[in-house]
C-alpha cells in the first residue's frame, strides 16, 4: 500500500535561519507531488508541485523553493525564513494523473519566531 | 484566475441537525472533490464528482455537482459529533493541480 512521510512533525526556527522539509512517498511509482501551506484556521494554499524528477511548478512567489531529487522525494526549503512563513506544511501525492485524488501526508507545524 | 468559493466560513449545529456547504466556480470544472480535515489533522478524501448533475451518498453525507459543473454542496442530515471539522471542496479545472475551497468549519453544540 501506499504511505506519505513527512518529517519533521513540528519545527520551531528563528527568523532568517534556513529550512528544510522533506516528503518522501512509499509504494507507488511517477506520483505528481504537492506542497501546501495552511495558514491557522485558514484554507490550503498550493505553493509547488511537480509532474517529475527535476519538474517544479511555482504558484506563489515567495522566499521558498521546492527541489525532487528522486522521484518519490519532495522538498521544500528556504534560506531565510520570515514571520509570515509559520504555518501547517502538507504534502501530497497524486497517482497517475493529476486529476485524481490527492493524499495527504501527516503535516510539519513550522513556528517561526 | 480559477478560483473556488466557499460558503459558509463556520457553522454551528446542535447535535441532530443538517449541515450543508457551499461551493462555486466562475469557470466549469472538470471534476470537485471534498476533503475532511479533523482539528490537528491533515485533509482526508472524502469523494470525487465528475459528471453533470452527479448525487452520490455517504450515509449521512450527500454529494452534489451542479449541471453547468460549476457549483457543488455537501449535506450532511442529523449530525455527530464526530462530523466536527473543516470540509474543504477542491476544484480541478482539468490540469495537474487541485484548487481549494477556503473550507467550512463545522462545531456541533452537543
Known amino acids: 500500500s501506499q504511505t506519505i512521510h513527512q518529517w519533521p512533525a513540528t519545527l520551531v526556527q528563528p527568523v532568517g535561519s534556513p529550512l528544510s522539509l522533506e516528503c518522501t512517498v512509499e509504494g507507488t511509482s511517477n506520483p505528481n507531488l504537492y506542497w501546501y501551506r495552511q495558514a491557522a484556521g485558514r484554507g490550503l494554499q498550493l505553493l509547488f508541485y511537480?509532474?517529475?524528477?527535476?519538474?517544479i511548478s511555482s504558484e506563489v512567489p515567495q522566499n521558498l523553493s521546492a527541489s525532487r531529487p528522486q522521484d518519490r522525494q519532495f522538498i521544500l526549503s528556504s534560506k531565510k525564513l520570515l514571520l509570515s512563513d509559520s504555518g501547517f506544511y502538507l504534502c501530497?501525492?497524486?497517482?497517475?494523473?493529476?486529476?485524481?485524488?490527492?493524499?495527504f501526508g501527516p503535516g510539519t507545524r513550522l513556528t517561526v519566531l | 484566475g480559477q478560483q473556488v468559493m466557499q460558503i459558509p466560513q463556520y457553522q454551528h449545529v446542535q447535535e441532530g441537525e443538517d449541515f450543508t456547504t457551499y461551493c462555486n466556480s466562475s469557470t466549469t470544472l472538470s471534476n470537485i472533490q471534498w476533503y475532511k480535515q479533523r482539528p490537528g489533522g491533515h485533509p482526508v478524501f472524502l469523494i470525487q464528482l465528475v459528471k453533470s448533475g452527479e448525487v452520490k451518498k455517504q450515509k449521512r453525507l450527500t454529494f452534489q455537482f451542479g449541471e453547468a459543473k460549476k457549483n457543488s454542496s455537501l449535506h450532511i442530515t442529523a449530525t455527530q459529533t464526530t462530523d466536527v471539522g473543516t470540509y474543504f471542496c477542491a476544484g480541478n479545472f482539468g490540469n495537474e493541480k487541485l484548487t481549494f475551497g477556503t473550507g467550512t468549519r463545522l462545531t456541533i453544540i452537543p
Open positions: 511537480s509532474v517529475g524528477i527535476g519538474q
Open positions: 501530497a501525492w497524486v497517482s497517475g494523473r493529476g486529476t485524481d485524488t490527492q493524499y
